[in-house]
C-alpha cells in the first residue's frame, strides 16, 4: 500500500514539474511566409508595453535578431 501511495506521489510531482516547465518557455517565432517579410517582437509581460526582443526576416530569407524571447509576443508579416 505504501509503494502505490509513493508512486501516486512521485507521478504527481513529475506531472507538475512539467507542466511549469512548459509553460516557462519562451514562445516561439512563427515562420515567415515566402514573399514575405516579417516582425517578431517579444514582451517582458502581457501588458506588451517593454520590448525586450526581436526578430526581422527580409524578402530574401535573411534573418536578423536581438534581445531574448518570452511568451509574449506580436507577429506581423507583410507582402514583399
Request: charged content about 10%; aromatic content about 12%.
Given at each position: 500500500?505504501?509503494?502505490?501511495?509513493?508512486?501516486a506521489?512521485?507521478?504527481?510531482?513529475?506531472?507538475?514539474?512539467?507542466?511549469?516547465?512548459?509553460?516557462?518557455?519562451?514562445?516561439?517565432?512563427?515562420?515567415?511566409?515566402?514573399?514575405?517579410?516579417?516582425?517578431?517582437?517579444?514582451?517582458?509581460?502581457?501588458?506588451?508595453?517593454?520590448?525586450?526582443?526581436?526578430?526581422?526576416?527580409?524578402c530574401?530569407?535573411?534573418?536578423?535578431?536581438?534581445?531574448?524571447?518570452?511568451?509574449?509576443?506580436?507577429?506581423?508579416?507583410?507582402?514583399?
Amino acid at each position: 500500500m505504501l509503494r502505490r501511495a509513493f508512486t501516486a506521489a512521485a507521478l504527481a510531482c513529475a506531472a507538475t514539474a512539467s507542466a511549469v516547465l512548459v509553460q516557462a518557455m519562451p514562445a516561439q517565432a512563427r515562420a515567415c511566409t515566402i514573399n514575405h517579410y516579417c516582425y517578431t517582437t517579444w514582451y517582458s509581460n502581457a501588458s506588451r508595453t517593454v520590448v525586450v526582443g526581436q526578430l526581422f526576416e527580409d524578402c530574401d530569407g535573411a534573418r536578423s535578431m536581438w534581445g531574448v524571447r518570452t511568451a509574449y509576443l506580436t507577429f506581423s508579416e507583410n507582402n514583399c
